[in-house]
Nanobody
Framework: QVQLVESGGGLVQPGGSLRLSCEAS????????MGWHRQTPGKERELVAR???????TYADSAEGRFIISRDNAKNTVYLQMNDLKPEDTAVYYC??????????WGQGTQVTVSS
């Protein structure tokens, strides 16, 4: 079993920054990628950013240029540095880990609220 524990969410003013962290623990086999998704009420969960074990990154258009995903392989931890936050970034952010290309795990989610 794999556990994902997120931290770093909260309330921030527009233009501010937050850094989310997600630490994976448990019986982790070969990690294919780790990443972040987000979801607002009434909408589907959407990809924000993803980082593969080889270091390749993928960003949603909305995150490109403002968010940076990184990973500490030794700690099985993924980070999402979010800069220049906008009210439309308000959502619950979920950490995601995929192992062996098919085993999919999710964190419990952390709320990010961007408001003045």
């Amino acid at each position: 079993q794999v556990q994902l524990v997120e931290s770093g969410g909260g309330l921030v003013q527009p233009g501010g920054s937050l850094r989310l962290s997600c630490e994976a623990s448990g019986s982790i086999s070969r990690i294919t990628y780790m990443g972040w998704h987000r979801q607002t009420p009434g909408k589907e969960r959407e990809l924000v950013a993803r980082i593969y074990s080889v270091g390749v990154t993928t960003y949603a258009d909305s995150a490109e240029g403002r968010f940076i995903i990184s990973r500490d392989n030794a700690k099985n931890t993924v980070y999402l540095q979010m800069n220049d936050l906008k009210p439309e970034d308000t959502a619950v952010y979920y950490c995601n880990l995929v192992a062996d290309w098919s085993n999919n795990y999710w964190g419990q989610g952390t709320q990010v609220t961007v408001s003045s």
